[in-house]
């Protein structure tokens, strides 16, 4: 954990980043049937105490901030509701799982559809390989829309390296920023976001649910 680490989100502007986070781009990598399986590490940036990401999605020095929003007059209002993930999440339980989900959260990046599908897995968590591959695929959603749970109702979270992912599929299309380790996000009001272990910020703009990914950036 870095101290004193805070994404800022500016007023129809970029992502303000303090406190020395390190940056990374990772790409997904598919299974044999084209369903996402892995994240890659394909570049690391060199470690700047502070930067600011684009978060119009014009900049012509991404993932940086160019300076470009302003001529584009971006409107980056923030129309996330911020209530907490645990309000208002679908369950579904299974025998050595609990899983929690927020659809409105998916940001497309489809790790949950391999073999049965994490709903499928979680509910007979009990057959041979389920419980594992549940986890699994929880673990590589980017944005947190799926959590499980253990037996004890503890959820089950990975380590990640405290850091920010410039994500991007398999065939070079651009996903939203990976914000990894439970950094704190400030909105553009000073209001403080839910701190999570997982967390999507849309880089692109054309999010309805700034500043969250909303799976958009398939429509441009
Ligand atoms: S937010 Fe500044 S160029 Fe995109």
Not at 78 to 107: M, R, S
Request: charged share 25%; with cysteine.
């Amino acid at each position: 954990m870095v101290k004193n680490a805070k994404i800022k989100v500016t007023k129809n502007g970029p992502y303000i980043v303090a406190g020395g986070i390190p940056l990374l781009r990772m790409v997904i990598e598919s299974d044999s049937y084209g369903d996402p399986l892995r994240w890659r590490i394909v570049q690391r940036y060199p470690l700047r105490e502070n930067y600011s990401l684009c978060r119009c999605g014009k900049s012509k020095n991404r993932p940086y901030c160019d300076g470009a929003h302003i001529k584009q007059r971006f409107n980056g209002n923030e129309t996330a509701n911020n209530e907490l993930y645990l309000k208002n999440v679908k369950e579904y339980i299974g025998p050595e799982l609990k899983l929690t989900d927020k659809p409105e959260l998916c940001v497309g990046a489809a790790f949950c559809v391999r073999d049965a599908g994490i709903w499928n897995l979680t509910v007979n968590s009990d057959m041979p390989g389920f419980k594992e591959m549940a986890i699994e695929e929880a673990a590589n959603c980017p944005s947190g829309r799926l959590v499980v749970w253990d037996s004890e109702g503890k959820p089950i979270e990975t380590d990640y390296e405290f850091s920010i992912v410039i994500s991007e599929h398999e065939d070079g299309s651009p996903g939203p920023l990976w914000v990894r380790g439970g950094i704190e996000i400030e909105s553009s009001d000073g209001s403080i976001y839910e701190k999570r272990n997982r967390v999507t910020l849309c880089n692109c703009g054309v999010s309805r649910n700034k500043p969250l990914c909303d799976a958009s950036h398939f429509d441009k």
